[in-house]
C-alpha cells in the first residue's frame, strides 16, 4: 500500500511578512520535494493557505481584512493567483494538480463526505497531486473550519493518511512562543496529546501577523489527526526537505505519535465531521458508563439539556464539570429529552405519551473524547 501524506503550508511560509509578496524559493522547493514524493509512489495531498494574503498583496491591502466579506472577496482575487503559481511550478516538473476547495458544511452531510473521499481517490490514481483550500468566499461564519490546520487534519482524517505536515515559521512547537519567550524549551516527541497539558504549553491565541491561530490550531488539528492513526509534524516551512528527511526517521521538527487504536471511518465522520447542534451534561454515573464500561446513554444519566436539536443530529456530552467527554447522534430531540432527562427508559412512554427509543445514544453512535 503506498503511503499517504498530507502537507499543509500556512501563509506565514508562502509569503514574505515585509512585502506580502510570495516566497517563491519556498515554493519552489516544496513543489520539488512534492513532486518527488509523488515519484516515490506516495499519494499526496497540499493544503495551501495564501488566498487571503496573496489577494492582499494583488491590491497593496497592507493588513489583514477584519470583515467577514471583505476576506470573503479578497480570498476570490489571491486562490486565482495562488493555483496559476503552484500550476506553473509543478507544470515545469511535469506534475498535474487539482483544486480542490472545501467548505465545512461538504464534511456534514455524510454522501458528500464520502463522495469528497472517492474524488481524492481518483485524483490520486490518475497520479494527480490536489492542492486544497477552504472555499473561503462561500464559506458562512457558522460552517466555517477557520483555519487550514484543522481543515488539513479534517483531511488527513477523510482521507486515512499515514502522516500530517503543518508546515509553518517556526521549526517546531515549544513549551511556550519563542518569539516573546526566547528561552522557551523546544519539544520533539509528543506520544500524547494530554502530555502537553502536563507540560503546561503556552501557545496564546494568536500567530504571526498573516497566520491564522498560531499554535493553538496546530495542536487542534494534532489531536484530531493522531486520534484518527495520523501521525503528524510541525515543521519549518522554510525547509520543505525537511519532510523527505522525517520520512526517513530523523528526529526533526514536533512528531506527534498516532494513537494505537485509532476510530473507524463512521466515528470519524461523527467526531469531525459534524458541528455539534447541542450539549447534554451528564452525571457521573453516565460518564462512566460510557467512557469505561462502553455503554449506549439513557435519559436517567442526563442533567441538563442545552441547545435546538432534532434526532441524529450530533451533541457534544459533557460531564458535570462541563468537560466535553464524547460525541454522538441523538435517537430523540432537544425538546423530548427536556421532558424525559433524569427518567428511567420505563417511564418514557407514560411522560411521551409514545414508545421512544431504547436508548438516547446508542453505543455505535457514540465517541469517547
Ligand atoms: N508554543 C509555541 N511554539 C511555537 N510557536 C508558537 C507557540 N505559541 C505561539 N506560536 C506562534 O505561532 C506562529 C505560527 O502560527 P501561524 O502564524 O498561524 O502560522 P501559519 O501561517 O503557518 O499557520 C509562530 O510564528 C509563533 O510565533
Ligand atoms: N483559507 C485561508 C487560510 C486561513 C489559514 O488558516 O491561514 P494560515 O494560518 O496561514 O494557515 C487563505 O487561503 O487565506
Redesign the pocket.
Given at each position: 500500500m503506498p503511503q499517504t501524506l498530507v502537507v499543509k503550508i500556512?501563509?506565514?511560509?508562502l509569503t514574505r511578512p515585509e512585502t506580502g509578496s510570495l516566497a517563491l524559493a519556498t515554493l519552489a522547493s516544496l513543489v520539488e520535494v512534492l513532486s518527488q514524493l509523488q515519484r516515490q509512489g506516495y499519494a499526496v495531498v497540499l493544503v495551501s493557505?495564501g488566498a487571503v494574503g496573496v489577494g492582499c498583496a494583488r491590491l497593496g491591502l497592507v493588513e489583514r481584512p477584519r470583515t467577514m466579506s471583505r476576506k470573503q472577496a479578497i480570498a476570490a482575487v489571491g486562490q486565482g493567483r495562488l493555483m496559476r503559481v503552484y500550476d506553473d511550478l509543478f507544470t515545469s516538473l511535469q506534475q498535474p494538480i487539482a483544486q480542490v476547495l472545501l467548505t465545512r458544511a461538504d464534511l456534514m452531510e455524510r454522501s458528500r463526505y464520502l463522495n469528497a473521499y472517492r474524488t481524492f481517490t481518483e485524483l490520486f490514481n490518475l497520479g494527480v497531486i490536489p492542492i486544497v483550500n477552504e472555499n473561503d468566499t462561500v464559506a458562512t461564519d457558522e460552517l466555517k473550519f477557520g483555519d487550514n490546520?484543522t481543515l488539513s487534519a479534517l483531511v488527513a482524517s477523510l482521507i486515512e493518511a499515514d502522516w500530517l505536515f503543518l508546515l509553518?515559521?517556526?521549526d517546531r512547537?515549544?513549551?511556550?512562543?519563542?518569539?516573546q519567550f526566547p528561552d522557551?524549551q523546544p519539544i520533539g516527541l509528543v506520544n500524547n496529546i494530554e502530555q502537553l497539558e502536563q507540560l503546561q504549553?503556552?501557545?496564546?491565541d494568536r500567530?504571526?501577523q498573516?497566520?491564522?491561530?498560531?499554535?493553538t490550531t496546530k495542536i487542534t488539528a494534532a489531536r484530531i489527526a493522531t486520534n484518527a492513526g495520523v501521525r503528524t509534524a510541525i515543521a519549518e516551512?522554510k525547509r520543505p526537505e525537511n519532510i523527505l528527511k522525517i520520512l526517513q526517521g530523523e528526529p526533526l521538527g514536533t512528531q506527534f505519535e498516532a494513537q494505537p487504536r485509532p476510530m473507524n471511518a463512521r466515528k470519524r465522520w461523527i467526531a469531525n465531521g459534524l458541528i455539534p447542534a447541542g450539549k447534554l451534561v451528564l452525571d457521573a454515573g453516565a460518564v462512566a458508563a460510557i467512557c469505561q464500561a462502553g455503554k449506549s446513554l439513557l435519559a436517567a444519566g442526563i442533567l441538563q439539556v442545552s441547545g435546538e436539536f432534532q434526532p441524529s443530529d450530533a451533541v457534544q456530552l459533557c460531564d458535570p464539570f462541563g468537560k466535553e467527554i464524547a460525541r454522538g447522534l441523538v435517537n430523540y430531540s432537544s425538546t423530548e429529552l427536556n421532558q424525559i432527562r433524569g427518567h428511567h427508559s420505563d417511564e418514557i412512554p407514560a411522560i411521551l405519551g409514545y414508545e421512544g427509543a431504547e436508548t438516547v445514544i446508542h453505543r455505535d453512535n457514540l465517541v469517547v473524547s
Open positions: 500556512g501563509t506565514s511560509s493557505s490546520d509553518t515559521d517556526v512547537l515549544y513549551s511556550a512562543d519563542p518569539r522557551a504549553v503556552q501557545t496564546g500567530g504571526s498573516w497566520g491564522t491561530g498560531g499554535m516551512g
